[in-house]
Antibody, heavy 126, light 113 residues
Framework: EVQLVESGGGLVKPGGSLRLSCEAS????????MNWVRQAPGEGLEWVSS????????FYSDSVKGRFTVSRDNAKNSLYLQMNGLRAEDTAVYYC???????????????????WGLGTLVTVSS | DIVMTQSPDSLAVSLGERATINCKSS????????????LAWYQQKPGQPPKLLIY???TRESGVPDRFSGSGSGTDFTLTISSLQAEDVAVYYC?????????FGGGTKVEIK
């Protein structure tokens, strides 16, 4: 069974940092592109970042570019999101999501999300 | 950025009746390499993560009941629930997978009338 388990969320002050992790199991992690998608309380879905299979191609939304860094460790079946310079508007549930392979290039990632974790809540407040 | 616009924001449908949700993209999302439209649909129930229903505009994900179907091309797309069941109460989102930034519609809440 495919499982994606996020961790690392919590309460942080504006300007602070957090590192989210996503541990994958039940599939060959190194065969899939991976993503972070977030959802502010009571709001819709917002794509945050995508990373290709071998980390060759990485993309961010404009709202997090320069502040967040996505990475993966295929040996550990894990995806990460380092979040710096956090703002109140970053408050959200952060989901780790899997995407089928073959659709990332240097220009773009044509990803849809076929499996999701349960999410981890990040709250940015003083 | 490609803007995805869903309508209506919410709808109430009687059990067993048809529910139709619309999604419009601000530009064409046809992937010319395979001549398929880069549009996915998700279902999100309260307190749960989204679940993929449809990709490539009309390909049903494995395990999704066949009462869910996707259609459309170019910039206009539709998710149809042919016979609404109680367990279909949820918020539904469309998403373009044509290019980054990947973008979602604002969601449509489906309730029982």
């Amino acid at each position: 069974e495919v499982q994606l388990v996020e961790s690392g969320g919590g309460l942080v002050k504006p300007g602070g940092s957090l590192r989210l992790s996503c541990e994958a199991s039940g599939f060959t992690f190194s065969d899939y592109n991976m993503n972070w998608v977030r959802q502010a309380p009571g709001e819709g879905l917002e794509w945050v970042s995508s990373i290709s299979i071998s980390s060759s191609f990485i993309f961010y939304s404009d709202s997090v570019k320069g502040r967040f860094t996505v990475s993966r460790d295929n040996a550990k079946n894990s995806l990460y999101l380092q979040m710096n310079g956090l703002r109140a508007e970053d408050t959200a549930v952060y989901y780790c999501a899997r995407s089928p392979p073959g659709y990332c290039s240097s220009h773009t990632c044509r990803n849809w999300f076929d499996r999701w974790g349960l999410g981890t809540l990040v709250t940015v407040s003083s | 950025d490609i803007v995805m616009t869903q309508s209506p924001d919410s709808l109430a449908v009687s059990l067993g009746e048809r529910a139709t949700i619309n999604c419009k993209s601000s530009q064409t999302i046809l992937y010319t390499s395979n001549n398929k439209n880069s549009l996915a649909w998700y279902q999100q129930k309260p307190g749960q993560p989204p679940k993929l229903l449809i990709y490539w505009a009309s390909t049903r994900e494995s395990g999704v009941p066949d009462r869910f179907s996707g259609s459309g091309s170019g910039t206009d797309f539709t998710l149809t629930i042919s016979s609404l069941q109680a367990e279909d109460v949820a918020v539904y989102y469309c998403q373009q997978s044509y290019t980054t930034p990947l973008t979602f519609g604002g969601g449509t809440k489906v309730e029982i009338k």
